[in-house]
């Protein structure tokens, strides 16, 4: 193979040297794929891993760290929680339905993969304007897949978010991210152990699905060429998923396994590679065995393959026949396709031929690592965006915040999906900020899933600490308190100065703002490379977090629950309109920072609304983002079907529709709200009574208010 | 027991490849009487007084939803356990698969909107007589959740009789013939309907009001 | 063996009378892409398949492959004309 | 007007080497019903509808009604012989 291959597979010649260098000669074509890709971006993480190294990883609740296919937290009585969010930007951006699925089913398996049962799936998508037609094609698609997929297997979606911005026109993003549950036990590991151990590879049968598809698509940018690499966009089919997941977690049940490791990217490549490195010993692999839907393959396209719904597992030589016999129940076709051996190097055999022999090391851990070379832009990255609102009246501008597309009701989504599934799900969708489901134990979590992009693209690293600050709000208003994050990073070229700056930026503001809620980083995801001709996407590191509230039944709600209840603004709250949605919709340019927070007295604040969730002592606590406060107001009155009199001076506009960490909606009687005033800010705002939301130069009805919120479902006819 | 069930029923809960409220459902049944999960390919239904055909995707729902599911080895038994008299409840993909066995009339269809909805319905108790609405008054409102996407109940010359559960005036959005929500079969021992009832039977979640389609049938199983 | 197998053509749609969402769906987003003059559109199923023996997919349809409670089929072979039972080509069989 | 329209017939199916579970699930179970002798099953859509230019079908499949990055189709008119972009009948374009 020569080193023009290679540079078209997408090493640079600099890799390919390396690679010569480490194996001695040239590399075959089996060799020189199984290079391209496990040397990509996408694998290897050539350009963020030494940013990731320094997120914080530790923690009390920390059960399974970053390293394994998912993450995982201690929910107590020898209950863990894994968890992992994942992007699936480029094939979403080819073929929305299916890239959008099968990003579902990736996520899936990795926490799968470590023994864990699905139970909550939460995504995370951004488009551009819903004016454009494209946008709403990937809209109505991507969301399509994902309820199709998750529905199918029967994983409740519990959550999620969704912005339109014109910066993701050209590359929308979809993560998706799923929520495993575990006895602490049961974990299971993906590293390969015990030389003369069988590999066996069970699921569906491999074709020609993404052949350099994810790992070349998702280390290039997409250009007007897309359309050559769609060929390779993979297929998902749910039941095959369903299977394969109650087989995993019966061959786990019964003990039969050593190992077990999904296969995602760059297939059987990559999975196997990645347990063999993990278990510091040798692979021996005949591509002859594995199963094939199409029979003229070759050996370097079944290794690089990228199929859905496949798994790896190696077991003890005796135990074969049993787990061979558990896959035929299931009817997921298990098959012995290599061994494990002392030699710390993957041979890859086509019968008796030997096709492929490197070792594993050089593969898996030697790709060279980039450091970035960051530079602050001198002139603003982003287009002012496009102004839509002409309104100044309090009560028009309201309205308008809640229809616009970032604020309007998700229902037309979410109602897509099955959120019920499993009987676990105490808060749904818009029942609270954050989704509450059940714990065997008697307890119960919460989760959440945000990223804001226009704020991190103002000012990447306070912009991402808003996004942790934004996840533990929503779970202190449903009454957890954080225990890990996952995240990922989703952003534009970083050999781009401008990019690598506003990654350097954002991971710094991550780890800081972790670092000050005592939380660890479990695992999570980077997609790098999402440019389209007309620029970068906005920085968007989304975040996900998991918590635990010890009693179900005082899960906290969004919605003003009971008339008379008083209404107040609480916690460190300090709007302004810079960056905010109001701005956005006025045409403003995106400001160049945003305001300093005061992340301790943010902890604080979402301690005591913590608290007083749990505490019973709220009948609503809902964190002021998007929209600012009247918004919240608003959305409170949505959720619970009643009104509010306020005494708020909607002339200022900063106080009233500015944005900022650190503020919550809060109902309750009075007495509950001094109290609450002894920990925190607390300002009373009015009343919930009535039908509509009324205030000195203020009057919607609620159903002026739910007619504006519901304007999503006009792009879903 | 809050809903009066009876232990010494036991209810079998079928169990196909890609089921995915077989678990929810056997809890469900396991709130009012004895429950164990049924495998597609076993024929054996262990003694059970009363089935349970889940939801989900069966058999991934090719083709048509519930098509190839009703040819399972177990569905043979339970088409016979049917035809001899013994209770049979279908939910959601099991309506489906019933109707498709002929064990119910009518067929179901993709929603008017061809979109999967997820979202708590009410339903009206049209019939609180029969084995699976005994503990239901007449004209009861019970709030259940739905979620499916092939759900448009379609029976030409249904016997109006055999209509057990509707829904209430705005809550069906699947565009049912007469917004039919449940029927039963002419003998009265087999009943589908598209909500899932399995998913109300704990004030957590959200509401208890499905319970009483199982303990209905806890009870009708002692009297048998 | 010598077993010579047939491809046909299973052409499943809804049963007349019975609303046709996607049909529909399909019908009413055609104009706004440019397409004028299209109507009575509906959306159904194909079913391809080898057969040894094409005087089985007649049972096969009404098995499992149709519900004629509400769909109709016809089938085509590469000799014959289209078949389906009972009725002509043009008045598919329910 | 005196426009004559045409009942056309769009056969839509997975591409070859796509992943078709449908068509798999199909062949599976059709010898569990006692039908021998069946290969090569792959499901996919039927559109039928009726055009006034049957030349517009075409780019309404391109445009709308295939998703040609996974699936392939053919349309059947009534007068001409099957027609699928550019190759003929028994190799569907792709
Ligand atoms: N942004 C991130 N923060 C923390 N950990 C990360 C991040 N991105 C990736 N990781 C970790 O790096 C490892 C490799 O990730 P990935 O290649 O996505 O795994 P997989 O192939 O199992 O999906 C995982 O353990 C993942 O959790
Ligand atoms: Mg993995």
């Known amino acids: 193979m020569s080193r023009s291959e290679a540079v078209a597979l997408g090493l640079t010649e600099g890799e390919y040297d390396g690679i010569v260098d480490r194996i001695g000669r040239e590399p075959n074509q089996v060799e020189l794929a199984m290079f391209s890709l496990m040397w990509s971006e996408h694998c290897a993480y050539k350009h963020s891993k030494k940013l990731l190294r320094t997120l914080p990883v530790e923690g009390p609740r920390l059960v399974l760290g970053p390293g394994e296919n998912a993450g995982a937290v201690d929910v107590g009585d020898g209950w863990a929680v894994a968890f992992k969010v994942e992007s699936h930007n480029h094939p979403s951006a080819v073929e929305p339905f299916q890239g959008a699925a099968t990003g579902v089913g990736g996520i899936l398996r990795d926490v799968f993969a470590i023994g864990a049962r699905p139970i909550a ?56 991210m799923c929520v495993g549950l575990v006895e602490r036990e049961r974990l299971i590991r993906s590293a390969a152990a015990g030389v003369g151990n069988k590999l066996v590879l069970f699921g569906a049968s491999t074709g020609r699905d993404g052949i350099g598809g994810a790992s070349v698509l998702a280390s290039a940018e997409l250009g007007d060429a897309d359309a050559d690499k769609r060929p390779t966009v993979q297929i998902g089919d749910p039941f095959e998923e369903k299977k394969l997941l109650e087989c995993s977690l019966e061959l786990l049940d019964r003990g039969l396994l050593v190992a077990l490791q999904d296969l995602g990217a760059a297939g059987l490549t990559s999975s196997s590679s990645e347990m063999a490195s993990k278990g510091e010993v040798g692979l021996r692999i005949d591509v002859r065995q594995v199963p094939l839907r199409e029979a003229d393959m070759e050996p370097f396209e079944i290794m690089v393959s990228e199929s859905q719904e496949r798994m790896l597992c190696v077991c003890e030589p005796g135990r074969v026949d049993a787990v061979l016999e558990v896959c035929a129940r299931w009817e997921v076709g298990g098959t012995v396709i290599g061994e494990i051996t002392d030699t710390r190097r993957m041979e890859i055999f086509d019968g008796d031929e030997r096709v492929g022999d490197i070792p594993v090391e050089a593969l898996v851990d030697d790709c060279p690592l980039y450091d970035l070379e960051p530079a602050a832009p001198a002139a603003p990255l982003y287009d002012a965006p496009a102004r839509t609102l002409e309104a100044t009246a309090a009560r028009d501008v309201l309205l308008g915040l809640l229809a ?58 306070r912009g991402a600490v808003e996004a942790v600050l934004e996840c533990a709000a929503n779970l202190a208003c449903a009454g957890a308190e954080p225990l890990g994050l996952t995240n990922c990073l989703n952003f534009g070229n970083p050999e781009k100065p401008h990019i690598a700056w506003q990654l350097t930026e ?3 503001g991550l780890g800081d703002a972790c670092r000050a809620l005592d939380l660890p980083v479990v695992g999570g995801n980077v997609s790098l490379y999402n440019e389209g001709g007309e620029g970068p996407i906005y920085p968007t590191p989304v975040v996900g977090m998991v918590g635990e509230l010890p009693d179900p039944l005082h899960a906290g709600r969004t919605g003003f629950a009971r008339e008379g209840d008083a209404i107040a603004i609480a916690g460190p709250f300090a709007p302004a309109l810079p960056g905010s949605e109001l701005a956005k919709l006025r045409g403003e340019p995106l400001p160049d920072g945003l305001p300093e927070t005061d992340v301790a007295a943010v902890r604080a604040a979402q301690a005591a609304i913590r608290d007083a ?35 708020l001076d909607v002339a200022d506009e900063e106080r009233v529709f500015g944005e900022g960490p650190g503020g919550f909606v809060v109902s309750a009687p009075e007495a509950a709200l001094r109290e609450l005033a002894e920990r925190i800010p607390v300002t009373i705002i009015g009343t919930v009574r009535g039908e509509s939301i009324r205030g000195p130069g203020l009057h919607a009805s609620l159903d002026e208010l739910r007619a504006a919120h519901g304007a999503l479902a006009a792009l879903f006819d | 027991m809050p809903h009066g069930g009876d232990r010494s029923v036991k209810f079998g809960v079928l169990q196909f490849p890609g089921s995915c409220d077989e678990r929810d459902a056997l809890l469900a049944c396991a709130k009012v009487a004895d429950a164990e999960l049924l495998w597609h390919g076993d024929r054996d239904l262990k003694g059970a007084d009363a089935i349970v055909v889940p939801g989900g995707f069966s058999y991934g729902d090719y083709l048509r939803a519930g098509a190839i ?53 009410d339903l009206e108790v049209v019939d609180a007589e029969t084995a699976f609405t005994n503990r239901c008054a007449p004209g009861e409102l019970l709030s259940i959740p739905a979620k499916h996407q092939t759900g448009r109940f379609y029976a030409p010359d249904l016997d109006p009789d055999l209509v057990v559960l509707r829904y209430a005036t705005g809550h069906c959005f699947n565009g049912s013939q007469d917004e039919i929500a449940g029927v039963r079969n002419a003998a009265g021992n087999v009943f589908g309907l598209m909500p899932h009832p399995e998913h109300a039977v704990d004030p957590l ?20 | 063996m010598d077993v010579v197998s047939t491809r046909v053509r299973v052409l499943i749609r809804p049963k007349e009378g019975i609303l046709d969402p996607q049909g529909k769906a399909v019908e009413r987003v055609l104009p706004a892409l440019g397409f004028q003059g299209v109507a009575n559109v509906h959306v159904g199923r194909l079913v391809e398949l080898d057969v040894n023996d094409v005087s089985q997919v007649g049972p096969m349809c009404e098995k499992l492959l149709a519900n004629t409670l509400i769909e109709e089929y016809s089938i085509l072979t590469p ?16």
């Open chain 3, 79 to 94: 000799e014959a004309e289209e078949t389906s039972p009972d009725v002509g080509p043009d008045a598919p069989r329910g």
């Open chain 2, 69 to 121: 599911a009703r040819f399972s080895p177990v569905m043979e038994s339970v088409i016979e356990f049917a035809h001899d008299g013994g209770l049979v409840l279908g939910i959601c993909n099991g309506f489906q698969v019933l109707c498709e066995a002929g064990l119910l009339p009518g067929a179901l269809l993709p929603n008017v909107e061809r979109r999967f909805v997820c979202r708590q319905v």
């Open chain 1, 613 to 647: 969730v749990r505490g019973g002592r709220l009948s609503s606590a809902h964190d002021v983002a998007e929209g600012g406060l009247l918004t919240a107001v608003a959305e409170s009155c949505l959720a619970g079907g009643l009104g509010a009199e306020l005494e």
């Open chain 1, 404 to 461: 616009s597309p970032n604020v309007a009701s998700r229902r037309p989504l979410f109602e897509q999906y099955d959120s019920v599934v499993g009987s676990r799900t105490v808060r749904r969708p818009e029942q609270a900020d954050a989704a509450v489901l059940a714990m065997p134990n008697g307890g119960a979590i919460g989760i959440s899933i945000d990223g804001n992009g226009r704020r991190v693209a103002c000012d990447p690293y």
């Open chain 1, 506 to 508: 954002a991971v710094r």
């Open chain 1, 121 to 176: 799936v939460l995504d995370s998508l951004r488009f551009g304007e819903p004016t454009s037609e494209r946008s709403r094609y990937l809209l109505d698609h991507a969301v399509a897949g994902i309820g199709h997929y998750g529905n199918s297997v029967g994983v409740a979606n519990v959550g999620g978010e969704v912005y339109f911005e014109a910066p993701y026109e050209q590359n929308c993003l979809v993560n998706a």
């Open chain 2, 205 to 224: 979640t959200g509401s208890v009001d499905g319970l009483s389609i199982f303990s209905s049938m806890a009870h009708a199983g002692v009297a048998v």
